[in-house]
């Protein structure tokens, strides 16, 4: 996470897709069959497996696949458009500087759409798929759904768009329905077959279960567990205790599981660790104050705990969100002050690399509002020409929440609420 380069070469690249986890051939010839369409979406509980698909499918499929990795930060449509554009441009030399985003810093969602459309037509002839990961995170962003909605309704035929999410991507689905252009996944279809079930704790146990165990496992799950167990998350001590345990599996006994049968060193160096949304090696050495963070990436990613890579140098690390929440949580009601001080250095970090937005947020959530608030004063007019708008709107809404002034911030949002005709709400703003 040390500069914006490495944030977006992780936000581009998949998962690594390794020998420790079941290949799903069932469901990556599906999604093969259904890529003459323009969307297929995949929409599940979290721990259906869902990243793990996308991975699985990039690692056997000889289509060209461009991937994002969506953050809340993509709620803002020219973040997102910078995603895109770095994706694509990736796979594909020649579209190398298209569109050029720095033109189209405040244009319309649908204006953005058309020059992705427009760069695509012209220069991409060959089919393809863009895989996006984590859409439920940009359900609430109108000018990101605008953005696909236009996408989709003039996408080019050698084009297929999977979308997977928690949520189905809140586009309109109609159209593409009534033309045959969608197909969609669900938790049902994402749930382990028997067979897979099986096929999986060989893997993970190196031998074969009895066919009681294998029954009781099916019951115990029910369904949702399966993204941690495909992810290759339990170890097989793990997994021998679900196979006596009574009740439904639920998520905070399985992270306890995992966390607690690790030794002490490695436990304290995840959750501290975790207050790093993506992170490199030397970024925990910097923000951890140590020296020998690779070795413990290194281990937790060979033991499967909670944890993915990929295969960029320097290589990223990132926890399944919701163990990275939990880890969040532990440190918080065991040393509420500690967890302020790191997300105080990660902050610091961040924002002398450069990543703003994240240095920001990371500020707030640690309860240096005075800090957040003079970077994001020094920063506005900045994101602002950037066409960054969702961004500033972001901010302010924290920074109203903290009753912190950021006069400069309420300033940029009334303008851009002025450019799009928006009186009244430009008005307001700078009156916040």
């Keep these: 996470m040390a500069t914006i380069n490495a944030?977006?070469?992780h936000a581009i690249t998949a998962p690594k897709f390794d020998r420790g986890k079941i290949h799903r051939e069932r469901l990556v010839d599906a999604i093969h069959a259904n890529v003459p369409r323009k969307l297929i979406v995949i929409a599940a509980p979290a721990g259906y497996g869902k990243t793990t698909i996308l991975a699985d499918f990039t690692a056997c499929t000889d289509l060209p696949v461009c991937w994002l990795r969506l953050t809340d930060a993509?709620?803002?449509?020219?973040r997102l458009a910078t995603v895109l554009a770095a994706s694509l441009q990736r796979r594909f030399r020649r579209l190398r500087g298209k569109p050029d985003l720095e033109i189209l810093a405040g244009a319309s969602p649908?204006?953005?759409?058309?020059?992705?459309?427009?760069?695509?037509d012209d220069n991409v002839s060959e089919t393809f798929v863009i895989a996006i990961d984590d859409v439920h995170l940009i359900n609430h962003s109108k000018p990101v759904l605008r953005f696909f909605d236009a996408f989709l309704d003039e996408q080019p035929d050698q084009v297929t768009m999977i979308a997977a999410g928690r949520e189905v991507l809140e586009v309109s689905?109609?159209?593409?329905?009534?033309?045959?252009d969608l197909e969609g996944f669900g938790p049902h279809d994402l749930a382990l077959t028997r067979d897979e079930l099986e096929a999986l704790t060989h893997n993970v146990l190196n031998k074969n279960l009895q066919t009681a165990e294998i029954d009781h496992l099916m019951e115990q799950t029910r369904g949702w567990i399966t993204g941690v167990l495909l992810s290759g998350m339990l170890s097989g001590s793990s997994l021998r205790s679900m196979i006596v345990q009574t009740g439904p599996m639920v998520y905070e006994y399985l992270a306890s599981v995992v966390l607690n049968r690790q030794p002490d060193d490695i436990r304290r160096f995840m959750i501290d660790s975790a207050v790093l949304p993506v992170m490199t090696a030397a970024d925990c050495d910097q923000v951890l104050k140590r020296k020998d963070s690779q070795r413990y990436l290194s281990r937790i990613l060979r033991e499967g705990l909670f944890i993915t890579t990929t295969d960029i140098s320097p290589r990223t690390y990132e926890y399944h969100p919701q163990f990275r929440q939990f880890l969040l949580d532990l440190l918080s009601g065991a040393d509420d002050k500690?967890?302020?001080?790191?997300?105080?250095?990660?902050?610091?970090y961040l924002e002398e690399a450069g990543s703003i937005d994240k240095a920001v947020d990371i500020y707030l959530d640690a309860g240096a509002d005075h800090r957040a608030a003079i970077l994001a004063e020094k920063h506005a007019q900045g994101m602002f020409y950037q066409g960054r708008v969702q961004t500033l709107k972001d901010w302010g809404?924290?920074?109203?929440?903290?009753n912190m002034a950021a006069p400069k911030v309420f300033l940029y949002i009334a303008k851009s609420y002025t450019d799009q005709g928006e009186l009244e709400k430009a008005k307001a703003s700078l009156h916040e």
């Design 7 to 9: 944030l977006i070469k």
């Design 110 to 120: 649908e204006a953005i759409a058309h020059a992705f459309l427009e760069a695509i």
């Design 173 to 180: 689905l109609a159209k593409l329905m009534a033309d045959g």
């Design 74 to 78: 993509d709620r803002d449509v020219m």
């Design 397 to 402: 809404l924290r920074l109203k929440e903290s």
């Design 338 to 348: 500690r967890l302020r001080s790191l997300r105080i250095r990660a902050a610091v």
